[in-house]
């Protein structure tokens, strides 16, 4: 068979030309090029015998096939691997005095070598940059892979999910036009997909010299916080902080449903300390305004805090195995197991006294599976306990009072927690185990400065409005206000569970006495008389807030012995599994 192709074709491309007919046809094929006399390439084609008929070839799959990538292949390979190197080199050198990975080696670490499924918009403003590009006339060191951030899809510890990761190296991990549409795009795919959405934040926000075309625009960076809006108890969204995240780039992390901060290198502020200073007057640093501590003790902001970026992935791993992928799902269930600690042991761990501290993981150690206690926010409102669990292999939310932390009272910061806990349990099916014991809300002129009606109220409403199944245990103190907040008898348990320590009543016997007899105490000039009286009017009070009084009165469901509040925990989260409560019908509440 002879070819004859256009004047001016390189040898290159005649081989290749008769290295492709040379599969299809069972004769010697020649490549002239133009007018020449003598063949430019010459290929022999298959021996009849040797293969499969060229005409099945494409079904049954050609064993002579041996074409490999062309140039063309190799050129854009060659831009992958300039792309994937991220920023300038000299940013990249800073990275280990920072105590940071490179964002592509912080996305193996998370997700393995295989774990990640593809990318989106690695070629996002290429063409501003590279010399590859038409439109680059010189090279030159300012190097925007990826408009500074990756987006895509990843598999991680078993879960198919979203992510995106700032480039650090590219202009401080900072968002412009094109990293801002790859940013949005996943978000609205994540709302298609029904897939979790991880956010690896390294950035000091928007380019304020490139503004126009991203800031303002209805698809523009703004778009970011009404998508969170759109997701949020939709899909569960994580954000890990490796950074400095200023301005508009703090807001992702406190839209998202869990935040984790890494100490010594992670920071969030509305303004960074030089605009603070400019605006305000004040000289602060980047981690006195905005550090993990900050957020993790003072604000609130931060659920955990990681020691470096290794223990940033262990966290997160233990965080999304009591999740589901989105609100269609339940959470996960895992084998079950044995309480770390002997249930036999809970009598004795909650003190005779009423008044008396302890600490109460030393009742949860022995009713939950060893080893599933996961707590979020320990250093914000540690009177009260926000901790993700399993019983039996079910996971669980448990909102208990600390009596180890300012007597377990309710202060504005608690109650806040507790309400955010509620309702992100309550958006991915997690069922609920309040642990009572308080003394309620806490008094005074600074709480009441500090919102704490205003917050009590969130925290009320959010049990309220909790569709999840809820068991509530009356362990000691069940006082004022604190019992309709921990799930008491009126706010739709699916039971009440009461240990024989258990008191509910609007206020305690000290407080009750001095109400209502102080006049009649202070008439009473002996002393010891009026100690005596006090005492006998305190039991006498006693007894009508007893556990067994409300037990008679079927106030509470059922007194249990403390041993086996672990099997009855078991069985009622079994039993209640399935059930499905409505709230009724309106558009939303107009409590947050």
């Known amino acids: 068979m002879k070819v004859r192709i256009s004047d001016g074709a390189t040898d290159e491309e005649a081989s290749a030309i008769a290295e492709a007919l040379s599969q299809h046809v069972r004769d010697e094929v020649e490549v002239y090029v133009g007018d020449a006399d003598t063949p430019r390439a010459v290929r022999e084609g298959p021996v009849a015998g040797s293969g499969p008929d060229p005409a099945t070839a494409s079904e049954a799959g050609s064993e002579t096939d041996d074409l490999g990538p062309t140039d063309r292949e190799e050129a854009l390979w060659d831009e992958i691997e300039d792309i994937e190197l991220g920023g300038p080199e000299k940013y990249k050198d800073r990275l280990e005095a920072q105590g940071k990975l490179f964002v592509r080696d912080r996305l193996d670490l998370w997700f393995g070598e295989d774990g990640m499924l593809f990318e989106d918009g690695k070629f996002a403003n290429f063409d501003a940059w590279h010399p590859d590009s038409p439109e680059v006339e010189d090279e030159n060191d300012d ?98 902080l490796y950074g400095p995240c200023i301005a508009g780039a703090a807001y992702t992390p406190v839209f998202a449903d869990f935040t984790i901060m890494v100490r010594d290198m992670s920071a969030m502020a509305i303004a960074s300390p030089r605009m603070v200073q400019m605006v305000t007057g004040e000289d602060i640093e980047l981690e006195e305004l905005g550090g993990p501590d900050v957020h993790a003790r003072e604000s609130g902001s931060a659920d955990l805090v990681a020691d470096d970026e290794e223990h940033a992935r262990e966290l997160v791993a233990d965080l999304v195995s009591y999740l589901p992928d989105s609100a269609d799902e339940k959470p996960p269930r895992t084998e079950g197991r044995a309480p770390a600690k002997s249930p036999e042991g809970i009598d004795a761990v909650v003190p005779q006294e009423p008044n008396r501290g302890y600490d109460m993981t030393d009742l949860i150690d022995r009713v939950v599976d060893e080893g599933s206690y996961f707590e979020l926010k ?74 704490i009606l205003e917050k009590g109220k969130k925290f009320i409403y959010a049990t309220s409005s909790a569709t999840v199944p809820k068991q509530t245990v009356v362990v000691r103190k069940a006082y004022g206000a604190g019992i309709y907040a921990m799930g008491g008898p009126a706010y739709d348990p699916e039971s009440i569970i009461g240990l024989p320590s258990g008191e509910i009543a609007i206020m305690g016997p000290e407080a009750a006495i001095n109400a209502v007899y102080a006049r009649k105490l202070s008439a009473i000039e002996d002393e010891q008389e009026r100690a005596q009286m006090e005492q006998e009017l305190r039991e006498e009070y006693r007894e009508d807030i007893d556990i067994h009084r409300m037990a008679s009165e079927v106030v509470v469901d059922e007194i249990v012995p403390p041993s086996t509040l672990r099997t009855e925990l078991e069985n009622r989260f079994a039993f209640y599994e399935g059930i499905e409560k409505d709230l009724p019908d309106k558009k939303h509440g107009t409590i947050l």
């Open 143 to 240: 190097r925007l892979p990826g408009d500074g951030l990756l987006t895509g899809a990843a598999e991680f510890e078993g879960r198919e999910l979203h992510f995106m990761a700032n480039d650090f190296t590219v202009k401080a991990g900072s968002m412009a036009e094109k990293g801002v549409e790859k940013f949005l795009r996943m978000q609205q795919r994540a709302l298609k997909s029904g897939k979790p959405v991880l956010y690896l934040m390294d950035s000091s926000g928007g380019r304020i010299d490139q503004q126009t075309g991203f800031f303002a625009n209805r698809e523009g960076i703004g778009k970011y916080y009404y998508n969170h809006s759109m997701l949020s108890g939709r899909v569960p969204q994580i954000c890990v």
């Open 378 to 451: 320990p250093e914000y409102g540690k009177e009260i306990i926000t901790a993700f669990a399993r019983i039996d292999g079910r996971p669980v939310g448990i909102v208990a009072n600390q009596p180890a932390q300012r007597a377990g009272a309710i202060f504005p910061d608690a109650a806040e927690k507790a309400a955010e806990f509620i309702w992100t349990c309550d958006a991915y099916e997690i069922p609920l185990l309040y642990l009572c014991d308080t003394p309620g809300f806490m008094a005074g002129s600074q709480v009441e400065k500090d919102a």
